[in-house]
């Protein structure tokens, strides 16, 4: 794993890759404290000729550093961020699961690390990488997503931090996911808060309806999530000639769908088989010849290097 410290000006030097293990943090740190802290989710994959590759990686570096201006974290430039995230990569290469089986799971963290009694902000933060191979989470259709809309408890507010990958934005849903896994649902779709009446996003990935060849997504105004993955499908999704909204989505909308898809880093595409609000189930369109299914194969392959790269978005390990 890597790490390194911020200095007292709030600039980062002297990082370092270590032996993964436990870290020393004092007690009055502001992340145990206050909950000053942000987390990244990123992967390194093998391509079919067997180089390693990332993902549009100073995307994450500029997504924690807005998060770090929100919490009033130092943060480290975003040379120093990929360089760093490449450092991890390089020295766990062989750790990076064939083509096609798997990736390597990359969780770059910056949290408030100094001393405070005060509830303010620390003098100081940290910046730790840690990495773990993982399997592929969806598997082709069988694991189509099967969703639950929760329409009391909202997962943002306008305000709030839900537009950052702020930690303390995490734990406050697991009573509800978990309610909903027991259920037998995939996970919790949530509305917003002010009206409880416009889809926002799942617990962890991004959301997007599809009605012929207009394809619309929630728009990132600070109580979604603004995902890298959902920014490179709407893009690709237009190169296509698919119409791309960015607005809101009232739930009426949403159940009239003929596909739904979810996006996110550690999820991919993940089509969604049904949507469950009070007491009705409506199903989507899965499987093979859907709009879901071309946009997944086109991602998946740029980013797993199947498909060629036009875009200047993936970046090889050397
Ligand atoms: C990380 C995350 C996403 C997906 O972002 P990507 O950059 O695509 O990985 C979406 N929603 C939430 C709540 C997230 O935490």
């Not at 002010?194 to 996003?201: G, P, T």
């Not at 959902?230 to 009239?256: H, M, N, Q, T, W």
């Not at 996110?264 to 010849?289: L, N």
Request: charged fraction near 25%; charge should be positive.
């Amino acid at each position: 794993m890597y790490i390194m410290e911020s200095n007292t000006d709030g600039t980062f030097s002297d990082g370092a890759l270590v032996p993964f293990g436990t870290v020393q943090i004092n007690p009055h740190s502001s992340v145990l404290n206050y909950g000053q802290g942000l987390f990244e989710g990123m992967k390194a994959y093998r391509r079919p000729d067997g180089e390693v590759q990332l993902f549009r990686p100073e995307e994450n570096a500029l997504r924690m550093q807005m998060g770090a201006d929100r919490l009033l974290l130092a943060a480290p430039s975003v040379e120093q961020y990929v360089d760093a995230v490449k450092q991890v990569v390089r020295t766990n290469k062989r750790w990076v699961p064939p083509h096609g089986k798997g990736t390597l799971y990359i969780r770059p963290l910056l949290f408030g690390s100094g001393s405070v009694m005060g509830i303010s902000p620390a003098p100081q933060s940290t910046f730790l990488i840690y990495a773990n191979p993982i399997c592929n989470v969806y598997k082709g259709r069988t694991a189509a997503l099967s969703l639950w809309v929760h329409d009391k408890l909202p997962r943002a507010y306008p305000g709030g931090t839900g537009g950052v990958k702020s930690i303390s934005n995490y734990a406050p849903v697991f009573q509800v996911v978990k309610e909903a896994k027991e259920k037998g649902f995939s996970d919790v779709l949530f509305l917003d808060a002010a009206e409880h009446k416009y889809v926002e996003e799942v617990s962890s990935c991004n959301f997007f309806i599809v009605k012929r060849n207009v394809i619309t997504t929630t728009p990132a105004t600070g109580t979604i999530l603004p995902g890298i993955t959902r920014k490179s499908i709407i893009e690709l999704a237009r190169d296509l000639g698919y119409k791309v909204e960015e607005r809101k989505i009232p739930v009426k909308e949403l159940l009239k769908a003929y596909e739904v898809f979810c996006t996110g880093t550690a999820t991919g595409i993940a089509e969604v088989y049904s949507v469950s609000y009070k007491d009705k189930r409506v199903k989507f369109q899965t499987g093979p010849d859907t709009v879901t299914q071309k946009l997944y194969d086109l991602i998946t392959g740029i980013q797993t290097g199947l498909k060629e790269d036009k875009k200047g978005w993936v970046v090889k390990i050397d």
